[in-house]
Every structure is written in structure tokens, then in C-alpha cells.
């Protein structure tokens, strides 16, 4: 610290003295100059913080400070059932196995988010699950999208399930 009775730490007009290490300019510049003049954007304090705060939607931006985003589009996402569609697209009927396994499309592990290169972020903050009827609708930012649709299982699983389901196979029994 400065010398006592004076110097930079200390305020008023023309104060003068010593610095005891060169932490105390850094001390001082955060205190009486940083705080001073910069300030972190914080969402609904009633300023559009540009470019931290923007329009918002969903959870993107900031609609409190800076209105809503305008340029969206409702997007309907349609996923249709690999397992209903399977004799006609590999032929092979797989839907059968679906009575056999109540569980089977959860197992299947089938997850999608959206990439929005307006936002430059996914539009999901957590991967979805498509629901049951493989459909949903959102708001999306105008603009390129893409969706990514992946599954969290191996194929080779599915199709171990399918044969051992089918042919009443015990794995156990199967040579590796």
C-alpha cells in the first residue's frame, strides 16, 4: 500500500506519493477506474446492453431489455417410426419387435437438437427425445438450420435384439 497520509490510493485532487508494490496499480485502476466505467450486461435492468444483450426468444437474448426477436418461424419437426417403415425401406419387418420389447423405443435412443447459424448455438439447450407421435413445432431463428438427429445405441444392438427376439435366442448361448 501507499505511504499513509497520501498518495494515488488515497482520492482528492492532486494526490501524490509512493506505491509499495506494483499490486497496488492494479488495486487501484479495478477500484477507481474499472468499476467506474465498465459494468457487466445484466438482463432486465431496462438497458439494451449491446452487443451482450440482443432481441430475444426462447432462451436466447434478452427480452426484458430489448424486445422480442421477430424474425422466427414455426418449424414442424416430423420423425417417422424406423421400425414401422422398416419392410418397405430394408425389407425386412422389424415392428414386431415392438410388441415383444415394450420398451424397444427407448432403446433405440434416437435424439436431435437443431444448429442455428443465425444464433451460432443449438436451439435445444438439451438434446430431445422424439415423443411418441414424432412430432413437435418450435420457434426457430430465420435463417440456416440443421437438424442433427443421431441414436445412442449401437446398430448392431438393435439388429441383436431384433434376432434374438425373433428367433427366441438366448445371447448366452451364441458363440462371441
Not at 414455426?74 to 410388441?99: K, M, V
Not at 435424439?111 to 436451439?123: L, R, V
Request: charged letters at 20%.
Amino acid at each position: 500500500t501507499a505511504k499513509e497520509g497520501g498518495g494515488y490510493l488515497n482520492s482528492g485532487i492532486g494526490a501524490t506519493g509512493q506505491l509499495a508494490s506494483g499490486e497496488d496499480i492494479y488495486t487501484w485502476m479495478t477500484d477507481t477506474v474499472i468499476s467506474q466505467t465498465f459494468s457487466d450486461p445484466s438482463c432486465g435492468n431496462g438497458v439494451c446492453d449491446e452487443p451482450h444483450e440482443y432481441p430475444g426468444f426462447g432462451r436466447f437474448g434478452c427480452i426484458e431489455d430489448c424486445g422480442k426477436y421477430l424474425n422466427t418461424t414455426s418449424l414442424t419437426i416430423r420423425l417417422h417410426d424406423i421400425l414401422g417403415l422398416s419392410e418397405q425401406a430394408i425389407r425386412w419387418d422389424l415392428s414386431d419387435a415392438t410388441i415383444k420389447n415394450p420398451n424397444f423405443l427407448d432403446f433405440l435412443g434416437f435424439k436431435y437438437n437443431i444448429w442455428s447459424d443465425t444464433m451460432q448455438e443449438f436451439i435445444f439447450e438439451q438434446d430431445q427425445f422424439p415423443n411418441q407421435e414424432g412430432t413437435s413445432t418450435t420457434e426457430v431463428p430465420d435463417g440456416a438450420l440443421t437438424l442433427h438427429l443421431y441414436h445412442t445405441t449401437r446398430p448392431s444392438d438393435l439388429v441383436e435384439a431384433v434376432l434374438y427376439s425373433t428367433f427366441s435366442v438366448e445371447p448366452a448361448t451364441v458363440p462371441a
